[in-house]
């Protein structure tokens, strides 16, 4: 009996996993998320509230791809919100080929989930006759965001762009040239920018942007990563490169809570800690097991 | 005469980039530099792209047992690449004024690369529960030690671990324990590039040979 339970079938954890995480997403339990005063998503969120100024432009770089989204995007939406509720301008742009796209997702979540309606350019970069939904605020693409794109090159797409934005991104992410825009034709590089953000899932991601744009070109940086590597990003943060951090779904659901918007990753809280305390349990209970089955047999 | 073009090429960009960052003068150097990187790199794109061509191609040929992943892997480059070139990445503007349709490559990506990308990352979670099970056992002081920490941070990192010390200890596991250990793994790691690229730039070594 003890030997089967050792070598319980992995069929049953799985459909315990799967229980564990469906449950809480059916049946949320609402249990209450207390971001840490002074923690890396609160240094995050005040740097954000507090020293960007009304009216600036933040650059977003979406470093990662769809296997990530659900730790990222909820972070990326958040930021988002923040920057428009502030009137603060967004530019996006990605070093990772499909980060483009996950761009254009977070602005459609962004519309779809708050008081601000995003008003597309045509495919001549002229904007759009959008009729505006009563209660909500127009933001314009070339004037409130705009999406750079992918551009290949890692670590000196960041060196070049630094000090030559125009020509290192001279199209956005459809081909329309970002000099027919007023948010980015007088942005020449980092100087044009108050704070940079890069959510990266891996390689290229903070380190480089760490590197280069907050060491070389002492650029105030806030990192968004998934959980697993947050430890790996510490560092960092103590050393002041980072200004603030979030990591993984808990990350984004702090940063949700402050903005007193909560969004998918407070969601997904319940279903994270209800996993998490499954996952304690196998290791505790298989302990268990092990150590009686030693026992018997006198080892 | 072909290796000594090479090593003296490697060593003139290199010295060039480091120099750069110490003398403002030569930033015109680093600038032109980092874009020929920029333009190389997208090149390599297009070699990578080859490079998966022919040995999926040379496995269909010899009829290797992943000859069908191989034809998957071949089609779905192709669909992608086609109806990215072929049907543009700008929106497809429809009659109704002011709405814009999905482009058949943002369909492909949304409809299948987002789902399939995102279903293989949440497997982790079930293989992480299988072989938390499995494989960790507090068999020595520092397996233990080991246990002991993820058990506290799984705990603290959740809503449901609030309470008592769990989120300070967790805090303090991450930011000081940590911390410590990942600054001495980023410190000799840093070292440890400098001696290749130090190796590189005097040509001891010579990985674009290869």
């Known amino acids: 009996m003890l030997d089967k339970l050792v070598n319980l079938d992995r069929r049953i954890i799985f459909v315990m996993v799967a229980l564990a995480v469906l ?117 314009y693409y070339g004037k409130d965001y705009v999406n750079l794109g992918y551009k290949a090159g890692q670590i000196l797409v960041i060196q070049s762009m630094a000090k030559d934005l125009q020509n290192t991104f001279p199209l956005d992410s459809q081909g329309v040239s970002i000099k027919q825009f007023n948010l980015t034709k007088n942005i020449r590089g980092f100087d044009g920018f108050d704070l940079l953000i890069d959510l990266s899932a891996g390689d290229p991601g903070i380190p480089i942007w760490v590197q280069v744009a907050a060491t070389q070109f002492n650029k105030p940086l806030i990192g968004g990563c998934t959980a697993v590597s947050a430890p790996g990003f510490t560092p960092y943060l103590q050393a002041g490169q980072l200004k603030g951090l979030m990591g993984g779904m808990r990350g984004a659901a ?29 290791i505790v209970v298989s302990n268990i097991f092990y150590f009686s089955t030693r026992r018997r047999e006198g080892k | 005469m072909q290796r000594n073009f090479l090593v003296a090429f490697t ?35 297009l070699l990578g792209m080859g490079s998966i061509l022919v040995v999926n ?47 058949l490559f943002d369909y492909l990506f949304q409809t299948i690369m987002v789902p399939m990308s995102s279903t293989m990352f949440s497997l982790l979670a079930f293989f992480i529960a299988s072989a938390a099970y499995r494989a960790f056992r507090a068999r020595t002081p520092e397996a233990t030690m080991l246990l ?61 040979e290869q």
Request: charged share 15%; glycine share 6%; net charge positive.
């Open chain 1, 23 to 139: 449950i809480p997403l059916l049946f949320p339990l609402h249990m209450p998320i207390a971001p840490l005063p002074g923690g890396p998503v609160d240094r995050a969120y005040q740097y954000l509230d507090k020293r960007v100024p009304e009216g600036g432009t933040v650059l977003m770089s979406f470093d990662y791809d769809p296997a990530t989204f659900v730790e990222l995007d909820p972070m990326a939406v958040a930021m988002v919100k923040h920057c428009f509720q502030r009137n603060i301008k967004v530019v996006a742009m990605a070093l990772w080929p499909q980060g483009a796209t996950m761009a254009e997702n977070v602005f459609k979540m962004v519309k779809d989930t708050s008081k601000f309606e995003l008003v597309p350019v045509d495919r001549n970069g002229v904007t759009r006759s959008v009729v505006i939904p009563a209660g909500k605020t127009a933001k």
């Open chain 1, 254 to 282: 702090d940063y949700e809570v402050l903005l007193k918007a909560p969004g998918t990753a407070s969601r997904g809280m319940d279903a994270q800690s209800i996993a998490h305390l499954l996952i304690i349990f196998f």
């Open chain 2, 11 to 45: 060593f003139i960009c290199g010295l060039a980039m480091i120099a750069s960052f110490f003398m403002p003068i030569l930033q015109g150097l680093q600038d032109m530099l980092s874009k020929f990187g920029i333009i190389v790199i997208s090149f390599s794109l």
């Open chain 2, 57 to 103: 191609v040379q496995k269909i040929q010899r009829r290797h047992a992943d000859t069908p992943y191989s034809i998957v892997l071949l089609i779905a480059m192709f669909v992608m690449l086609v109806s990215g070139i072929v049907f543009g990445i700008k929106p497809v503007e429809s009659r109704i004024e002011s709405v814009t349709l999905e482009t």
């Open chain 2, 148 to 208: 002991v920490a993820a058990f506290l941070v799984m705990l603290g990192q959740v809503p449901i671990g609030n309470f008592w010390v769990i989120p300070q200890i967790k805090d303090f596991i991450m930011e000081v324990i940590n911390t410590a250990g990942q600054r001495a793994i980023m410190i000799g790691a840093a070292l440890g590039l400098v001696s290749v690229s130090l190796r590189i730039l005097l040509g001891i070594e010579r990985p674009y």
